[in-house]
C-alpha cells in the first residue's frame, strides 16, 4: 500500500550546525514530495517541494534531494537557528491528490 | 488576500453527535482536500474535491462524508461521534486539484 517512512522522529542540533531528514515512499508512481513544517498549535507550511524530473532543489539554507530509483528523498538545513525549531513533515502525493505524510520529525535547536 | 479559512476553529461534541467543518480555499482555488491530524502524528488523507466531484477518498468510514459548493468552498460532516474522532481537522487548497497545497489553521475538534 502507499506508505511513508521518515527518520528520524526526533533530531537535536547546536544553533548552526546542519539538520538532515530522511524519507522513502512506496507508490512508484508518485511526483510531487512536498516538506512542511508545523509549529506548535499551527498550519502545516510548505516549506520546500521537489517534483520527479528533479533531482535536487534549493531555497537558501533548506535544500531538498530526491532519489527516485530508490525511492528516496531527504531534507537538508543548513545553519540552522532556534526558530527552525518545529515538527518537520515529508509527505507525497498519490493518485487521487492524495497526500500521504511521514510521521514527522521534531527538530530542535539549541542556542 | 485571505488564505484558507477554516471554521470554527475549535468544537466540543459528545459521543453519538453530528458536526460540520467548514473551509473556504484561497481565492482562485477549485480543489479543497480534508485531512485528519491526531496529536503526534502526520495528517492523514480523508477526501479531495476538484471542481465539485470528489477525487479521493482516504480509509476513513462512512460516517465521514463531504461536498464541495459552486463558491468551491467545502463541508467536512462527521456522523455518530467517537472519542477517537477527537482530533485537527485540516482544509488544504489548491488551483488544479494537485501539488501546491496550502493548509488552514484547522479545526480542534474534542469529542467527549
Known amino acids: 500500500g502507499e506508505n511513508v517512512e521518515q527518520h528520524p522522529s526526533t533530531l537535536s542540533v547546536q544553533e548552526g550546525d546542519s539538520a538532515v531528514i530522511k524519507c522513502t515512499y512506496s507508490d512508484s508512481a508518485s511526483n510531487y514530495f512536498p516538506w512542511y513544517k508545523q509549529e506548535l498549535g499551527k498550519r502545516p507550511q510548505l516549506i520546500i517541494d521537489?517534483?520527479?524530473?528533479?533531482g535536487e532543489k534549493k531555497d537558501q539554507r533548506i535544500a531538498v534531494t530526491l532519489n527516485k530509483t530508490a525511492k528516496h528523498f531527504s531534507l537538508h538545513i543548513t545553519e540552522t537557528q532556534p526558530e527552525d525549531s518545529a515538527v518537520y513533515f515529508c509527505a507525497a502525493e498519490a493518485r487521487g491528490g492524495k497526500l500521504i505524510f511521514g510521521q514527522g520529525t521534531e527538530l530542535s535547536v539549541k542556542p | 488576500d485571505a488564505g484558507v479559512t477554516q471554521s470554527p476553529t475549535h468544537l466540543i461534541k459528545t459521543r453519538g453527535q453530528q458536526v460540520t467543518l467548514r473551509c473556504s480555499p484561497i481565492?482562485?482555488?477549485?480543489?479543497v482536500s480534508w485531512y485528519q491530524q491526531v496529536l503526534g502524528q502526520g495528517p492523514q488523507f480523508i477526501f479531495q474535491?476538484?471542481?465539485?466531484?470528489?477525487?479521493g477518498r482516504g480509509n476513513f468510514p462512512d460516517r465521514f462524508s463531504a461536498r464541495q459548493f459552486p463558491n468551491y468552498s467545502s463541508e467536512l460532516n462527521v456522523n455518530a461521534l467517537l472519542l477517537g474522532d477527537s482530533a485537527l481537522y485540516l482544509c488544504?487548497?489548491?488551483?488544479?486539484?494537485?501539488?501546491?497545497?496550502?493548509f488552514g489553521s484547522g479545526t480542534r475538534l474534542t469529542v467527549v
Open positions: 474535491y476538484y471542481e465539485k466531484e470528489e477525487r
Open positions: 481565492s482562485g482555488h477549485k480543489s
Open positions: 488544504a487548497s489548491s488551483f488544479g486539484g494537485s501539488r501546491g497545497y496550502t
Open positions: 521537489i517534483r520527479s524530473n528533479v
